[in-house]
């Protein structure tokens, strides 16, 4: 049972990142999918999370910018940012919800790093 | 959105004593639907995604040692780590999942003194 990102890299300010998270060794049509990033150096920051049923949750800080998507039949969760700042550079990571634990997380990603430099 | 605080930012403690982290919700995070606290707790160790330790404010995750432990209620919760071993160095974040709109503490640095 595993997360994998992949998507990342160097990014222009003011460009577009697309990240993807596809999972292994379950169905992820059956799970809510977050993302968390984590600056370097900083904390953890909630960011996004797409339910089963497809409705969408953002932070403050990535609505208006950020849009996440899904596509069960590839078994992938998708993560889209506009206009990126050098704010937006961190380690980006897909993580699983579990409900019969009322929907922390246990399944995460190793993470994706992204850059925001000209 | 509810916001988590967590104390200390960090910690040093000698092997083989305890550690005391510490997180506070600006509110409740019980549901009394199923009498549980949305609190969890997560180890981070350096180039390695978090690692869940403890859900619902007290619960242990399979396979994490009983050194490690959750207390609390209302809006302050406990992360309790005794009998202090080297490889419990690393960063430790309280996280509240009572809403879609899920938020970390800050996080506390726990190192050997």
């Known amino acids: 049972v595993q997360l994998v990102e992949s998507g990342g890299g160097f990014v222009q300010p003011g460009g577009t990142l697309r990240l993807s998270c596809a999972a292994s060794?379950?169905?992820?049509?059956?799970?809510?999918i977050h993302w968390v990033r984590q600056g370097i150096g900083k904390g953890l920051e909630w960011v996004s999370a797409i339910g089963e049923g497809g409705d969408t949750y953002y932070s403050d800080s990535a609505r208006g910018r950020f849009t996440i998507s899904r596509e069960n039949v590839k078994g992938s969760v998708w993560l889209q940012a506009n206009s990126v700042t050098v704010d937006d550079t961190a380690v980006y990571y897909c993580?699983?919800?579990?409900?019969?634990?009322?929907?922390?997380?246990?399944?995460w990603g190793q993470g994706i790093m992204v850059t925001v430099s000209s | 959105d509810i916001v988590v605080t967590q104390s200390p930012d960090s910690l040093a403690v000698s092997l083989g004593e305890t550690a005391t982290i510490n997180c506070k919700s600006s509110q409740s995070v019980f549901k009394s639907r199923n009498g549980q606290h949305y609190i969890a707790w997560y180890q981070q160790k350096p180039r390695q995604p978090p690692k869940l330790l403890v859900y619902w404010a007290y619960n242990r995750e399979s396979g994490v040692p009983d050194r490690f432990s959750g207390s609390g209620s209302g809006t302050d919760f406990t992360l309790t780590i005794t009998n202090l071993q080297a490889e419990d160095v690393a960063v430790y974040y309280c996280l509240q999942y009572l809403t879609y709109t899920r938020t970390f503490g800050q996080g506390t640095r726990l190192e050997i003194k």
């Open positions: 060794g379950f169905s992820i049509s059956a799970y809510d």
């Open positions: 993580a699983r919800v579990i409900a019969p634990k009322g929907g922390v997380f246990d399944v």
